[in-house]
């Protein structure tokens, strides 16, 4: 273990090594380019791979085909470059590829605010790439917890065959903090499924008693067909509905089935609190001085922060929903989070405090909600 | 005679894939993939040692049929996808199958740059001209003046010219011949696949049910005929007045040298990197 001062970003760029990235491609772009550069430097060490694509579609298209060749690969993107990565978010969705996706949310829409800090993109997350899919996102309030959570992103995606998005944003991304990195051997690490059955027996779709089947890189003799297309349980294109539902079902199932691995709240609760801060990444911070503050004049609050955005943790606000009066849903952005927060415990409980102009939601905004002013 | 199973072509269809394939009777694109069976055979490469990519559209649908590791992708981004695969596992025969509008229009930055790097990527473009999945809209090398389903005036947009382009990005071999000259296409597809670099075959093909109708050629026979008649080998070529030339497919190997490849310049760069770690680790 060594104790450093580092930013978020260097941070996520260390977590994927330790996790056991090996391949990363990516685009140039504000504010996530350090972990682009740190990555560059620092996989060939390892006698991983680094490639500067021509774009973001590209980066992603190429972590996907490095992927299918076995090695655990990411990439890193800011809000314009997100856009373009959602084909092959969707693509990863349909092929069950592990990968993860670090957007490290600047404000936008568009070319936005590239150094002003953002939450804008929870949904675009769930739902940026079209159709139904199933999505894990990830969403760290500190230095040190970037570096676990990247970890967490790359063992998800690889346990569940799924692409992982880890929700940085510019505060969280730049901001520099004390770390105790772990000595990297020491790190859990999770490895895909393999498949133990001959070639001719393989079916890269099916036959597997989870809903997750085992997985065959190219290149050891497991020959098998990938398509973006619907597929039946051998990867060929299908139409048939008795493939079709059934493929659809299992992809969410496999998430579904899997909330109490996968959802990752950080509580601090007791029964007697009748307010209730739900919050994220650097909007925690905020708000964690905030309840700080509202404690010291004796208001009873309490405080759940998501590290895990999608799937939703519906259990834990709707649980927080029955002993709370009033939760506030401070973002920065209109109202994101909120409405998931609303969809579970109700309109008339939330109460929002946004900030969609590329500053932080302040502790003093927090702390009026909370004192109910 | 040969029994089915004893055709080349059969030992590298897939068993258990059902047949009919997804094209039109008379298109080109079956000739293609015959090549590339043969050109594989040739070489003899193992089954397993090679990686068969493809974008959208109807050249997009050719890797399911093949018994090698094949990955259908998205619309022109299969050569990312590629280069992705290939350097994660450069031992492999990366081979990329894609059409005009695939590889051209929506994917001609991937094209670009895949060839800029000169990765070892084999890239094979199906070149009928048109959007034929989508029902014939006019594509990057839809000629001057051809009536595409988008075109219906004619087009008047100028065809690009697919092997200079990637001669001039930075390929090492580019090759072209069309679907009627299959032995010489199994030859280039073959010379392809043995370069060590990015390499380019343009297989210029028709499509006999949207750009055919749509222009009034005839037939598929009246289409393959027209192949035969309208190209011109590159050294027959030479004996023609440019505006002569600009009317003819020219054929042959139009480009061939040899540069240092990516990948395996990556692993230099790592093996040098790691050299430098360790000495800096003897040293302090």
Not at chain 1, 198 to 226: C, Q, T
């Amino acid at each position: 273990m060594t104790v450093r001062l580092m930013q978020g970003n260097e941070a996520v760029a260390w977590g994927a090594i330790a996790a056991g990235c090996r391949f990363f491609a990516g685009y140039p772009i504000t504010p996530s380019t350090e972990i682009a550069e740190m990555l560059s430097r620092e996989l060939p060490k390892v006698a991983g791979k680094f490639i500067q694509m021509e774009d973001e579609i590209g980066s992603l298209a190429a972590c996907i085909g490095a992927s299918v060749g076995g090695l655990k690969s990411c990439t890193a993107t800011s809000g314009p470059g997100f856009s373009l990565m959602q084909e092959h978010i969707g693509y990863a969705a349909m092929t069950e590829v592990p990968v993860v996706i670090v957007n490290v949310q600047r404000l936008g829409p568009s070319t936005g605010q590239p150094t002003s800090a953002s939450q804008g993109d929870v949904m675009q997350a769930r739902w940026g790439t079209h159709g139904d899919h199933p999505i894990i996102a990830l969403s760290p309030v500190s230095v040190s917890q970037s570096f676990d959570l990247t970890v967490k992103a790359f063992n998800f995606s690889e346990k569940y065959r799924t692409p992982v998005i880890l929700l940085m944003d510019e505060v969280i991304g730049h901001m520099r903090e004390k770390i105790e990195l772990p000595d990297f051997d020491t790190v859990e690490r999770v490895e895909r499924i393999a498949t133990d059955v001959p070639p001719e027996w393989y079916k890269p779709y099916g036959d597997s008693l989870s809903d997750v089947p085992p997985m065959a890189n190219f290149g050891e003799g497991y020959r098998y067909h990938i398509t973006g297309l619907f597929h039946d349980l051998l990867g060929y294109p299908t139409t048939r509905l008795d493939e079709i539902d059934p493929w659809i079902q299992r992809v969410h199932r496999k998430i579904e089935r899997n909330l109490n691995d996968i959802i990752l709240v950080d509580e601090d609760l007791s029964d007697s609190d009748r307010t209730v801060v739900v919050t994220f990444g650097a909007s925690a911070r905020s708000a964690r001085h905030a309840v700080k503050l509202a404690r010291q004049r004796r208001i009873k609050v309490g405080m759940v922060t998501l590290l895990t955005i999608w799937p939703f943790a519906e259990e834990v606000i709707s649980r927080v929903a029955r002993i709370a009066r009033r939760i506030i849903v401070p973002e920065m952005n209109l109202g994101q989070l909120a409405l998931e927060v609303e969809r579970v415990a109700g309109r008339n409980k939330v109460v929002r405090v946004n900030r969609a102009n590329g500053e932080m939601v302040t502790p003093q905004m927090v702390l009026e909600a909370i004192e109910g002013r | 005679m040969l029994t089915h199973a004893e055709h080349t072509e059969y030992m590298y269809l897939r068993p258990t894939k059902k047949f009919p394939n997804v094209w039109c009777a008379g298109c080109g694109i079956g000739i293609v993939m015959g090549a590339l069976i043969r050109a594989v055979d040739r070489i003899g490469l193992d089954k397993d040692d090679v990686a068969l990519i493809s974008g959208i559209g109807c050249t997009g649908r050719m890797p399911v049929y093949m018994d090698f590791n094949t990955m259908h992708t998205t619309h022109g981004r299969a050569l990312a996808f590629a280069t992705g695969l290939k350097i994660a596992r450069p031992s492999l025969k990366v081979i990329v199958i894609m059409g005009d509008g695939d590889a051209l229009a929506i994917g001609g930055n991937h094209f670009i740059h895949a060839a800029r790097r000169n990765i070892g990527l084999t890239a094979i473009v199906v070149n009928n001209a048109i959007y034929g999945m989508t029902g014939g809209q006019y594509s990057p090398t839809t000629p001057i003046g051809a009536k595409a389903a988008t075109a219906p005036y004619g087009n008047i947009e100028p065809p690009m010219p697919i092997c200079e382009l990637a001669k001039a990005a930075g390929a090492s071999f580019v090759a072209r011949s069309t679907v009627y000259h299959a032995i010489e296409l199994d030859r280039f597809i073959e010379q392809a696949i043995r370069k060590n670099g990015f390499s380019l075959v343009e297989a210029v093909s028709y499509c006999p049910t949207t750009f055919g109708r749509l222009n009034k050629l005839g037939t598929t026979v009246d289409m393959m005929r027209q192949l035969k008649e309208n190209s011109v080998t590159a050294s027959a070529a030479e004996k023609l007045t440019p505006q002569e030339r600009e009317m003819k497919i020219v054929r042959g190997v139009m480009h061939d040298i040899d540069k240092p490849e990516y990948t395996q310049l990556y692993q230099q760069l790592i093996q040098d990197v790691q050299a430098a770690e360790k000495a800096k680790t003897e040293n302090s």
